[in-house]
């Protein structure tokens, strides 16, 4: 039976939070860690069932994991690696999967991937990955939705991205690794999970400069070896968190978090008048008794702009600010999901092609929402934390992707949250 949250409203949310490491950063450093051959261990890893799904397919491909949960140390030894084959059941589930094509391309001269399909917030192309992947002398065949790369020795190359796809971005980076030559990667993205598996790769005998910026230099090495590296934390669940701090009017300090990362959350959160100080300690994030929420525009951008994975969950700040908050999402075609959901909790918007019109209520209402993807599933949780009366969430599984216990450590904070 499909578990669910039952959330009761709670007062101020009060204390302190430590930050997972990196959803985000970690799935790519995972599958980097085919380029190696050896033995890789990684720190600061999350318990959460997306790194479950990567270290399953890295298995599955002969590789040998350790994983101590409570330590957070995840070892991956990629010396026994004998398929280049990975499984639709497990790509279909983690779309993220795709990010091994380039390794096993560039260690192995070939890889068969199947094609990801879309998902809740968008159709999710992977043309730039393939194109980057054909600029650097591979034959790519994409049909019967299937990827087969192959090359006997891949040859550095100059790339242009359309747009500054991470994932574009992460595949081509691990692909050129080991290629002959140099290659430039133009108009790349610059999120700081780019920058953690350049330094990942550099820490295993990489030649990577420029990463965090839009070019990047690779150039190429015979063979990597074994390395060790701790994950940056989770941008994302710290901005969920300051999100979740300023709707419930709280105080909560978030440790082992980057201020760097979520520059551009906090700069969003001091325009709608709460109180965000970076201390030595932490970030903390507390709700201004003298100024009242009022809202704010937002565009979501490629970082450093505002990010489109904290969309949904400012869009629940602004259900209840006093105002209109125009929310226009430019990353993904389909990243409204929610707006469905809040409306049932008495939420006024209005979606306008890529912009959705908050007008700002007094407060929402419980009732029965179900969460459709990750994000949309947490700005329904934080939607729910000042709700009257009770809300049944359902659809938890996709909010487990990408936090560990999200409703134990709101718990911790003064929620109240049951998982059924
Ligand atoms: C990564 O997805 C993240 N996932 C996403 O987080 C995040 O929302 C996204 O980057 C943007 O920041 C992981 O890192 C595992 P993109 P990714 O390639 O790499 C288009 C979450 O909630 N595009 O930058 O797939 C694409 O359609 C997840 O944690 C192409 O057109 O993002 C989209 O509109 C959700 N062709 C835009 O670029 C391509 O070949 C951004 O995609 C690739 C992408």
Redesign the pocket.
Known sequence: MAEKFIIEPCEELRGEIEIGGS???V??VLAATILTGQENVLQNVPSLS?VEAMSGLLETLGAKTQWDKKSGNLTVSTAAINSQEAAYELVVKL??SF?VTGPLLARFGKAKVPLPGG?A???????????GFAALGAEVDNSHGCVTVEARRLKGAKIYL?????????NLMMAAALAEGQTILENC?V?P?IVDLANFLNAAGGKIRGAGTDTIKIDGVRDMKATQHSIIPDR?EAGTFMVAAALTRGDVLLTNVTADHVKPVTAKLKEVNILVEELETGIRVRHDPSHEIISADLKTM??PGF???MQAQFMALMCTAGGTSIITET???N?FMQVGELKRMGAEIKIESRSAIVEGVKKLTGTQVAAS???AGAALVLAALRADGLTEITGIHHID??YYRLDTSLNKLGARIKRV
């Open positions: 959803k985000n950063a799935l790519p997306d779309r993220a990010l998902c917030i968008g159709s999710r192309p992977v043309d730039l990955h393939l194109k359309d747009f500054p796809s991470v994932g574009a971005t992460e993205a999120e999970e994302i490629p970082y990010p489109t994975d990353v993904f075609e990243r993807d990750l994000r992707r990408g």
